[in-house]
């Protein structure tokens, strides 16, 4: 699905990874300076002398965890662990994020469901172990991590402590302030922007959940309303323009603000903004089958969660279509909504989870996706480097490379090197992709129209990519035409161009590769795709977000040869359902 050529590559991109590494080094040594003449540790003379609430955890939880627990099955981000009796710390976690969720503790909310003196009994024990010091400290150490356990403490104290004894009891409150005080001092080390915002949610919640170390309530507030300011767009999305961590973001932000309530202290104003404007961005990236579209670091949605969220949204109101500082797109006419991604890639410290699928689009029809991208899966270092290529989207790939290079090892030695250290400071970021991305809307009577560009393919191959879709939901009919018009730069030969449309695994497609294709849907609609300008081809495809796991599927692909400026036509019109 994707190549070598998606990543940096080292003629045009060793100059960027260069200058990145400097800026890098340059970001060490300003922390390493702050840690030296910093004010002393606000936390380092105090601790936590007893609870005063309990947050309430929004996410919901699944009682039968538990019977899976008592059973030794640890199943997480999609991967699972048998143990036989001993503690999963004991073991090698089977991929990084079954470890993330294991150290950060969120699981114990399907313990609390249970509501069982055995659920109880096994929830103390895994802390205990924690708190005894099995496991990886490394796996634990990183700040996502420790921000999620602190919060997964205090969210689940009553279940943790309920029946403890007086020494776990004093062992629990000091491993809460232990935590706050190592989360204090990252902020202080300087932190990636995303890892800022998770430490200071966290540290809000301590400083008004804990007796004893009150004093880091002002200082994480102030935090928190600087990088919620810098972090949260005008339109409501986060600068990442990863639907994933907004949503995770708000399902920690709303007890948060209730938190505040419960103690008496007014919510800072930068809190209540963040939520006002970021709600109404989720109904624009929600599909009618409650999940969320695949942009940009989003997988399987928890619909549960979604839907949560989406009660606190005051308006209510019909979803907005237009996210210019997002960069997302919506057009929606009677049963059928379009979603799209029409904005350049989020600056570099946000963008280890983005993905090179600008212009790339999802349709759905009622309840019923049929177009869409290949989702983030939710674990493999491999396959979510996949997920993440132009070739994984609902988009248009030239010379089968991606829109975006990313930053993995490569080049000679000292390169390599470079590049490895950067990836574990950074993640596998995004060092170049379109810069010149625009968007227009239109309406037409009864037809929603939206035209971008992107000039990601400029610099490599001269070739700027257009599209322009127009939804007439009335007339059940998505028409799209996609042009690869020729600029000055890049190399001027022949190129290979490939058109995709990833389908639902529900949809089943039938047809030859002439020029039209019946697509059905489980609901009873057909679907008839028509090309002009382009061979077509029925391929496999493989939908990484499914909620089972990966799941085959096809998808429509439009083969051609680009040497001038080219266009291509093509159609999805319902012709038996409900609407036709």
């Known amino acids: 699905m994707a190549r070598r050529g998606d990543y940096v590559r080292w003629g045009p ?35 936590v002398t007893g609870l005063v609430i309990a947050p309430q955890d929004l996410r919901t939880s699944d009682a039968t965890f538990a019977d899976d627990i008592y059973s030794g099955l640890f199943v997480f ?25 294991l150290y950060g503790f969120g699981w114990l909310r399907h313990l609390r469901a249970a509501d069982t003196a055995l659920a109880r009994a ?5 802390v205990a172990d924690f708190m005894a010091g099995r496991g990886d400290p490394n796996l634990a150490r990183s700040t996502p991590v420790a921000a999620r356990r602190l919060i997964s403490f205090l969210s689940q104290s009553p279940l943790v402590l309920e029946g403890a004894d007086r020494t776990f009891y004093q062992s629990f409150l000091k491993t809460i302030g232990r935590s706050a005080r190592e989360l204090e001092r990252e902020l202080r080390r300087g932190l990636p922007p995303q890892g800022r915002l998770s430490a200071a949610v966290a540290l809000c919640y301590a400083g ?13 507030t102030r935090i928190l309303s600087r990088e919620l300011d810098r972090q949260i767009m005008p339109d409501g999305g986060h600068r990442s323009r990863d639907p994933r961590f907004a949503m995770e973001l708000l399902l920690d932000l709303l007890p948060l603000r209730q938190s505040y309530l419960s103690r008496s202290v007014d919510p800072p104003e930068a809190l209540l903004r963040a939520i006002d404007r970021m709600l109404p961005l989720l109904r624009l990236l929600r599909h009618a089958d409650a999940s969320l579209s695949h942009f940009n670091g989003m997988g399987a949605t928890a619909a549960d969660h979604l839907a949560t969220l989406l009660v606190y949204d005051g308006t209510m109101a019909q979803p907005m279509s237009h996210a210019p500082n997002s960069g997302y797109e919506r057009l929606e006419s009677g049963r059928i909504v379009v979603v799209a991604d029409v904005g350049a890639p989020p600056p570099l410290p946000f ?3 983005a993905a090179a699928g600008c212009l790339s689009f999802e349709m759905s029809s009622g309840p019923q996706r049929i177009v869409l991208n290949c989702g983030l899966p939710a674990s493999g270092a491999e396959l979510r480097r996949l997920a993440r290529s132009t070739t994984a989207h609902s988009t248009a790939t030239i010379a089968n490379t991606s829109s975006c290079r990313f930053l993995v090892g490569g080049g000679w030695w000292g390169e390599r090197f470079a590049a490895e250290w950067l990836c574990r400071r950074l993640g596998s970021v995004i060092l170049r992709g379109p810069g010149d991305v625009k968007a227009e809307r239109t309406d037409a009577g009864e037809a929603r129209i939206l035209a971008a560009r992107h000039d990601g393919y400029a610099e490599d ?5 257009e599209r322009r879709w127009q939804l007439s939901g009335a007339a059940g009919r998505l028409d799209g035409e996609d042009a690869f018009v020729r600029t000055g730069k890049g190399r001027h030969r022949a190129q290979d161009v490939a058109i995709r ?18 697509l059905t849907s489980p609901l009873g609609e057909v679907w008839e795709f028509q090309a ?49």
């Open 351 to 353: 963008s280890r989870n």
């Open 461 to 465: 191959f001269g070739i700027v990519h």
């Open 501 to 518: 449309f990833h389908l639902h695994p529900a949809i089943v497609v039938r047809g030859e590769a002439t020029d039209d294709l019946t």
């Open 13 to 47: 991109d060793r100059w960027r990874l260069y200058r990145l590494v400097g800026r890098e080094i340059a970001r060490s040594m300003r922390g390493a300076s702050a840690r030296l003449t910093s004010s002393p540790d606000i936390l380092a003379r105090v601790r």
């Open 122 to 126: 096994n929830a103390r024990a895994f």
């Open 77 to 101: 981000a999609g991967r699972s662990l048998a143990v036989s009796g001993r503690s999963p710390f004991d073991y090698t976690p089977p991929s990084p994020e079954w470890a993330d969720i």
């Open 208 to 220: 008004l959940c804990c007796e004893g170390i009150e004093p880091i309530l002002r200082r994480a």
């Open 532 to 580: 002009e300008g382009a061979a077509i081809a029925i391929e496999e495809s493989v939908y990484f977000a499914g909620l089972s796991g990966a799941r085959r599927t096809d998808q429509i692909v439009l083969h051609l040869r680009v040497e001038e400026t080219t266009q291509v036509r093509w159609s999805f019109a319902r012709r038996m359902g409900p609407g036709a």
